[in-house]
């Protein structure tokens, strides 16, 4: 993989995987979630209904939906570790689908940035100088996988 090919661009390009609204299923805490994004968005609230209602949405935008709507729902300290959380989420992604890990392996040492216009917090946002937390953590989990890449076996 050569180092000068800019910038890897995956709201919905080639490496769309790495969404955390892309079709991989994912075990986490004894339950299957349709999307990482589902799984994210339950961690938000300690009350089980609401999970289940997260865990039955018919996508992970509807999922999101609710999420975004119960916000003040949320439990105690959520902003504190959300970015930990997130970070658990992609591990297990990576674990739990080998595809996925076979992208990230391809991704090289390439910056890794969310393209989403709407969201300048997870993504790069409208002016492309947002956060951009999510490929942040996707590339601290790829330098995870390539120094100790037996954690990520199954």
């Given at each position: 993989?050569?180092?000068?090919?800019?910038?890897?661009?995956f709201?919905?390009?080639?490496?769309?995987?790495?969404?955390?609204?892309?079709?991989?299923?994912?075990?986490?805490?004894?339950?299957?979630?349709?999307?990482?994004?589902?799984a994210?968005?339950?961690e938000?609230?300690?009350d089980?209904?609401?999970?289940?209602?997260?865990?039955?949405?018919?996508?992970?935008?509807?999922?999101?939906?609710?999420?975004?709507?119960?916000?003040?729902?949320?439990r105690?300290?959520?902003?504190?570790?959300?970015?930990?959380?997130?970070?658990?989420?992609?591990?297990?992604?990576?674990?739990?689908?080998p595809?996925v890990k076979?992208?990230?392996?391809?991704?090289?040492?390439?910056?890794?940035?969310e393209?989403s216009?709407?969201d300048?917090?997870?993504g790069?946002?409208?002016?492309?100088?947002?956060?951009?937390?999510?490929?942040?953590?996707?590339?601290?989990?790829?330098?995870?996988?390539?120094?100790?890449?037996?954690?990520?076996?199954?």
């Amino acid at each position: 993989m050569e180092k000068d090919q800019g910038p890897i661009l995956f709201y919905g390009s080639e490496f769309y995987v790495f969404s955390n609204f892309s079709s991989f299923t994912l075990d986490w805490k004894g339950r299957r979630w349709m999307t990482s994004e589902q799984a994210y968005q339950a961690e938000k609230f300690d009350d089980e209904a609401m999970k289940e209602t997260i865990g039955n949405a018919r996508s992970a935008h509807e999922a999101f939906k609710f999420a975004e709507a119960n916000k003040e729902k949320a439990r105690n300290g959520w902003n504190d570790i959300k970015l930990g959380v997130m970070k658990a989420i992609l591990r297990e992604k990576v674990r739990q689908h080998p595809y996925v890990k076979k992208k990230l392996l391809e991704s090289g040492d390439r910056p890794l940035i969310e393209d989403s216009w709407r969201d300048d917090f997870w993504g790069w946002g409208a002016g492309k100088d947002g956060e951009n937390h999510l490929g942040k953590l996707w590339m601290e989990v790829r330098e995870e996988f390539n120094r100790l890449p037996s954690d990520f076996e199954a």
